[in-house]
């Protein structure tokens, strides 16, 4: 399988070459070049897997200048008992009839990014080995709160590579700060910038395409990389969740294979639905994708009406990691929807660039409407559907779930479509307790503790245990303190490389 840019620049490559570039030299972004497709068969025997050989099965059909061994290898260290604190990696909790919560957030940071990243280094490592490459490999990861941790996580000690994470000063909770600041390994750096995280993306992105920069790292034998959800390397593990969700659906009898389901994701850069979106693609039975926003509700407008307006308010919510203007992974979308249009998706993404917003062509517009569906919910509503999913099922959902939960209902109230629904819970509820104990404690549990103090309440009121990588956080070593302006996050990368 070749991989090609959306910004048709550059010559098709080899998914090692894809994953060890991150993002293509001219800008654009890889997506495979050719459809994968499964068949009935395929997906037949998916069901009695476990979640490591579903992943094997997926992950060969994007990565075939892998071997099936390399593959396995990289699955078996990802996906272990010793991260993950819950055998079936990502479990289906049935809520009801209609609505299967997909927890995807078992693994070391608590939240879903880890089911990718846990599997990038490893995949990262091999395919620069792979391509004969002695260049010791730096990550640079922009954040708004979990790719962070999950990222440093993932790489902390791996051979070969570095990490340096830049996080919005003021866009993370006090959890998510403190799980960065007191990343231990050897190879690891953190960075607080003082801006929002389109400062902080965009500040990333440029530092990657500064030829000048490049040019005097490959000198000092050192090359960048990503683990953004822009790499490719960080996309095709999600698209395994979805398949493995449908199939213990199968598997437990709540479906029959065949059935068409929905998947409700609550989306910010839109790397997660875009997973999602490649399952459907691929031949998993899925009717509709519904993508669920916060009030930086960019992405519904765009669904709606095929304009993409980012000159607006950005809004800091309860939903911290939904807080995005610019959707990365979009292009992926536009490209894929425009059968592989590099010349129109260009045009798109230097009009978003130089005013700011694009339209899209009606027929765009109308094929992007009839398999996503959009909405957004407010701050209230929130914290509402954490209260009432908790006050009904005794199930608590942290807030970027609750997104995901409340734009499912309004889908059913506008479409009356009763389809089983999968909803990716992307957090831990503990990860963000100040507003989930806002939610479900009265005013006076809550008032005048802190975030830490919070998740023993939490615990003790809803019976649940902390996660093990939440607890006593406040109590370990601050490590990093790293702090920037916007515009000197070239020069701090110099630094922390010993320029
Ligand atoms: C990153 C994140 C999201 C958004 O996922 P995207 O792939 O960026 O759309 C949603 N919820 C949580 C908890 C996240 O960490």
Not at 71 to 86: G, L, M, W
Not at 285 to 314: M, Q
């Amino acid at each position: 399988m070749q991989y090609e840019s959306t910004r048709g620049g550059i010559d098709p490559v080899s998914s090692a070459e894809a994953i060890k570039l991150g993002i293509a030299p001219d800008g654009g972004l890889f997506v495979p070049a050719k459809k994968v497709k499964i068949n009935d068969i395929f997906l037949q025997n998916l069901i009695s897997m476990d979640y490591r050989e579903r992943a094997i099965e997926i992950l060969s059909l994007f990565l075939d200048d892998f071997s099936r061994e390399e593959i396995a290898e990289c699955v078996n260290s990802a996906y272990t008992a010793d991260k993950f604190d819950n055998s079936e990696i990502a479990p289906l909790y049935i809520l009801n009839n209609n609505v299967y919560m997909l927890e995807l957030f078992h693994g070391p940071t608590c939240a879903f990014k880890d089911m990718a990243l846990q599997l990038l280094p490893h995949l990262l490592v091999k395919a620069v080995r792979k391509l004969g490459e002695k260049d010791k490999i730096v990550i640079l990861v922009a954040t708004s709160g979990d790719t962070g941790k999950a990222a440093l996580e993932g790489f902390k000690d791996v051979d070969g590579t570095s990490i340096i994470v830049f996080y919005p000063d003021e866009g993370v909770s006090q959890v998510q700060k403190m799980q960065m600041v007191t990343q231990e390994g050897k190879n690891v750096h953190t960075v607080a910038v003082r801006g929002n995280f389109d400062d902080t993306q965009n500040g990333v992105k440029e530092i990657f395409t500064d030829n000048e920069l490049v040019h005097r790292m490959q000198s000092k034998g050192l090359k960048f990389s990503s683990a953004n959800s822009i790499n490719w390397g960080r996309l095709v593990p999600q698209i395994v969740y979805y398949f493995s969700a449908y199939c213990d659906m199968a598997a437990k009898g709540e479906i029959k294979p065949g059935d068409e389901i929905n998947i409700t994701v609550p989306t910010g850069n839109f790397g997660n639905i875009l997973a999602a979106y490649y399952a459907k693609e691929m031949g998993l039975p899925v009717r509709r994708l519904i993508c669920a926003s916060n009030d930086n509700n960019v992405l519904t407008d765009f669904i709606k009406t095929g304009t993409y307006n980012r000159k607006r308010e950005f809004k800091k919510t309860i939903s911290p990691s939904m807080d995005i203007l610019i959707s990365s992974n979009l292009e992926r979308l536009l490209y894929e929807v425009t059968n592989h249009n590099s010349a129109l998706v260009r045009s798109w993404m230097e009009s978003l660039k130089n005013t700011g917003e694009y339209t899209v062509d009606e027929e765009t517009r109308k094929k992007i409407s009839s398999i996503f569906w959009a909405d957004y919910t407010d701050e209230n509503e929130t914290l509402n559907t954490i209260q009432c999913i908790y006050d009904e099922y005794h199930y608590l959902i942290d807030t970027h779930t609750a997104v995901g939960l409340d734009v499912y209902d309004k889908y059913v109230i506008s479409t009356n479509d009763m389809s089983k629904t999968v909803i990716a819970s992307t957090a831990s509820p503990f990860k963000f307790t100040g507003s989930v104990a806002l939610a479900v404690l009265s005013e006076d549990g809550i008032s005048g503790r802190n975030e830490f103090e919070l998740l023993d309440v939490l615990a003790n009121k809803c019976g649940l245990k902390i996660p093990a990588p939440l607890k006593d956080l406040d109590k370990k070593p601050v490590l990093h303190r790293n702090v920037c302006l916007r515009t000197e996050m070239k020069v701090t990368v110099e630094r922390l490389l010993g320029f």
